[in-house]
T-cell receptor, first 113, second 111 residues
Framework: DVKVTQSSRYLVKRTGEKVFLECVQDMDHENMFWYRQDPGLGLRLIYFSYDVKMKEKGDIPEGYSVSREKKERFSLILESASTNQTSMYLC????????????FGSGTQLSVL | RKEVEQDPGPFNVPEGATVAFNCTYSNSASQSFFWYRQDCRKEPKLLMSVYSSGNEDGRFTAQLNRASQYISLLIRDSKLSDSATYLCVVNGGSSASKIIFGSGTRLSIRP
């Protein structure tokens, strides 16, 4: 079974803190994604990576950066957390051959106070 | 206008009923279409792909209408375990970064 693991299920941070969200997948997938999910807005793509060290901005990249130094790991960084970044963050991966079948991690509920 | 729109629901139907919901998309160049299911406080999971000819998987039938730019999901003989949010997903291009999720339709099946 494909496994996408996110480092924390719940996280509470203060405004201005630097926040790291980690994601690891064990299926040797080329593609990895970071989404945020908010009520009524659905999933919105923050960043996408199609290979090691390669990244593309999604729909809402402002205030975020990413790092993909190894194929299995994709990190999301909030440089200076703000209250409007309180959200559910979902990491996903997919293979190049079947890029529409996304496997999601169980999510990190981030609260910024 | 949102790129992918769904009726948020909730749809509240009795067990055994047939329920259907639609999803409209704005990009006529969209290439592939899917339904994902998301249980409460869980991650989304792929339910089924939607093909031009329509496709069926047990009690679930998905259809695509390119002319009117909508896809549909029909659930027959609904079960309590079908209670979930159903996400319409559209791939607007060949890159995985063009995958767009609808905000979901909530379905609740009552005994």
């Amino acid at each position: 079974d494909v496994k996408v693991t996110q480092s924390s299920r719940y996280l509470v941070k203060r405004t201005g803190e630097k926040v790291f969200l980690e994601c690891v997948q064990d299926m040797d997938h080329e593609n990895m994604f970071w989404y945020r999910q908010d009520p009524g807005l659905g999933l919105r793509l923050i960043y996408f990576s199609y290979d090691v060290k390669m990244k593309e901005k999604g729909d809402i990249p402002e205030g975020y950066s990413v790092s993909r130094e190894k194929k299995e790991r994709f990190s999301l960084i909030l440089e200076s957390a703000s209250t409007n970044q309180t959200s559910m963050y979902l990491c996903a991966s997919s293979s190049e051959a079947r890029n529409e079948k996304l496997f999601f991690g169980s999510g990190t509920q981030l609260s910024v106070l | 206008r949102k790129e992918v729109e769904q009726d948020p629901g909730p749809f509240n139907v009795p067990e055994g009923a047939t329920v259907a919901f639609n999803c409209t998309y704005s990009n006529s160049a969209s290439q592939s279409f899917f339904w994902y299911r998301q249980d409460c406080r869980k991650e989304p999971k792929l339910l089924m792909s939607v093909y031009s000819s329509g496709n069926e998987d047990g009690r679930f039938t998905a259809q695509l209408n390119r002319a009117s730019q909508y896809i549909s999901l029909l659930i027959r003989d609904s079960k309590l375990s079908d209670s979930a949010t159903y996400l319409c997903v559209v791939n607007g291009g060949s890159s995985a970064s063009k995958i767009i999720f609808g905000s979901g339709t909530r379905l609740s099946i009552r005994p």
